[in-house]
């Protein structure tokens, strides 16, 4: 991905962290919260099957539509 991409993809995954912020829900092994940030770039990896500054710029729409539907249902 090119470097503009990359860094505008890193501003969505931290405004999608920043909404998730205590919007998560709980989980065993995070007793005391879940990181929101990290929930959003490990989503984006799972799915795309590499991080985030991997991706092919291709698919740069396809991963900013990815971030916002974790937005409404970030299970």
């Not at 991905?1 to 969505?12: A, P, S, Y």
């Not at 962290?17 to 829900?25: E, M, T």
């Not at 989503?43 to 795309?48: I, S």
């Not at 900013?64 to 249902?73: A, D, F, G, Q, S």
């Amino acid at each position: 991905m090119n470097e503009e991409n990359h860094h505008r993809l890193w501003v969505l995954i931290q405004e999608a962290g920043d909404y998730l912020q205590n919007r998560l829900p709980e989980h065993p092994n995070h007793p005391n919260g879940r990181n929101s940030y990290a929930h959003v770039a490990i989503c984006v990896r799972n799915n795309f099957n590499t991080s985030y500054k991997n991706i092919p710029d291709e698919k740069f729409d396809e991963v900013v539509n990815y971030i916002e539907k974790l937005k409404n249902n970030p299970n």
